[in-house]
């Protein structure tokens, strides 16, 4: 379970996010909603410390994984982003690097020199994002030559390949087509499976369809987090209601 | 300026009041041909119910456009997926009112088999019911939908007394059975009819809260 309680995020002494207070249970798909600017994809990369790389950021409060606080002075940032997966809203493959190559990046980048062993994760990181089938015979190519949402899974497999608990997804379908947006969302119900999936969506129905439950922010708050079923049919803030029927945001 | 949408639902109000019209005036023609004995009134109810059929095609149609175009939420989507059962709901209630005219037709030449005015007021509470369930559902009252529900068992409570005192009319007077007959059918399409604005109510505090009150009893005996 991750958990985030009373977090606040400032860049350059502007608070982004005041206080924000989320449970995203395992191995649920959770939502995160809101209109833009509203701080969700600044909770989201707080998950994986990303905000360590930013010059001018501030976050207090506390991140916990399975109850281990991952801002804890001991805590290596790179060791939790092994733990704790993201997948950006453009597909970001590493262009001179191969697809199996791609796919292993992250274990060799840990240190796993073993060829047998990078062959398999690369088969299976491939397999679980559902990729495998259509690059098993184009392996060494270059993932530029993928399709967008092909490259969208080929950077899921790059997350997996490492075994994270949580796999962040910061608008993963967003510059993709609707079919290659259903592969993804199927392949997050398979993920579910085995891991927990915290998503931020603008598309209000990939909110209702795909997830579990669904957290609202707006102005750097959380408005209201619940069973997605409740959110989208009878949510209990006025504020939630405005926002998913389209009156404000 | 509202949306195009706000606009749409605007219209899809629109639409279920002016059907509700209708329904309640076919119902109010209805009581009318039994209280009044009018062949006229009650040949006017089955004259009204291509209208009514019509309506319920267009709303429906509507309803389906709304959902497949807009892909509402919450409120909205409470609002629509109400609509596709309160209309059905309401086109029911004017195939009763039809079946009961047609029985008004063959019954007000004949003499009443009833003494008291238990019919009329079965009628009256009825129409009642779905006149407050309609006013509920304009005026977003959720307590007058909430008296509407309440007000089914006084209906089913003198649908039960009038039975009783039909069934026994006709043991003791057989040629009074095809007339009770009859009557039996005239009754249980009010009881129906009872149930039917029952419904919309529930759907009202559906649509104004959320929460399904249908079938209380299941809820209730749920396990956690």
Request: glycine content about 6%; charged content about 25%.
């Amino acid at each position: 379970m991750l958990e985030c309680k009373d977090l606040q995020i400032e860049f350059d002494h502007k608070a982004v996010l005041k206080g924000v207070s989320l449970v995203f249970p395992e191995r649920r798909i959770s939502a995160i909603i809101g209109p833009s600017g509203c701080g969700k994809s600044t909770l989201l990369r707080a998950f994986n410390r990303m905000h360590d790389l930013t010059r001018g950021a501030k976050v207090t409060g506390s991140v916990t994984l399975n109850g281990q606080e991952i801002y804890g002075a001991s805590q290596d940032a790179v060791l939790i982003r092994r733990r704790i997966g993201m997948v950006f809203q453009k597909p970001n493959p590493f262009p001179t690097l191969s697809i199996f190559d791609n796919a292993i990046s992250g274990l060799r980048l840990s240190g796993v020199r073993n060829q047998a062993h990078l062959r398999e994760a690369a088969e299976q990181a491939l397999t679980d994002a559902a990729l495998w089938d259509e690059v098993k015979d184009r392996l060494k190519s270059n993932p530029t030559t993928l399709s967008g949402g092909q490259q969208q899974r080929l950077c899921i497999a790059r997350a997996l390949a490492v075994n994270p608990e949580v796999l962040l997804m910061d608008e993963p379908c967003s510059a993709l087509d609707p079919i290659a947006t259903a592969k993804i969302e199927e392949l997050m119900f398979r993920l579910r499976e085995r891991l927990t999936v915290i998503i931020v969506t603008h598309n209000m129905q990939q909110a209702a369809r795909a997830s579990d439950r669904t957290a609202f922010l707006w102005m750097g708050e959380l408005v209201e987090a619940g069973e997605t079923e409740m959110i989208f049919t009878s949510p209990k803030k006025s504020m939630t209601e405005d926002y998913i029927t389209g009156r404000f945001g | 300026m509202p949306r195009p949408f706000e606009a749409e639902l605007r219209d899809l109000k629109l639409g279920l009041l002016a059907m509700a019209g209708q329904v309640e005036e076919m119902l109010h023609l209805t009581q009318q041909a039994l209280a009044e004995r009018s062949t006229h009134k009650a040949e006017l109810v089955s004259r009204l119910d291509p209208l009514v059929d019509e309506a319920e095609l267009r709303l429906d149609q509507t309803c389906i456009d709304l959902l497949a175009l807009r892909a509402p939420f919450a409120s909205d989507l409470r609002l629509i997926a109400s609509s596709l059962k309160l209309v059905p709901g309401l086109e029911r209630i004017a195939d009763h009112c039809c079946n009961i005219a047609r029985r008004a037709l063959i019954l007000n030449p004949q003499p009443p088999v009833l003494p008291g005015d238990e019919l009329q007021r079965l009628g009256a509470a009825t129409e009642s019911m779905v006149h407050r369930a309609v006013d509920a559902f304009i005026n977003g009252d959720a307590p007058m939908a909430r008296a509407v529900i309440l007000a089914d068992d006084q209906v089913d409570a003198l649908y039960l007394q009038i039975y009783t005192e039909l069934l026994r009319n006709m043991l003791a007077d057989p040629l009074c059975i095809e007339r009770s007959s009859h009557l039996i059918i005239v009754i249980k399409n009010w009881e129906r009819i009872a149930d039917v604005a029952t419904n919309i109510a529930e759907e009202v505090l559906f649509i104004l809260e959320g929460v399904n009150v249908k079938h209380s009893y299941l809820q209730a005996n749920a396990k956690p």
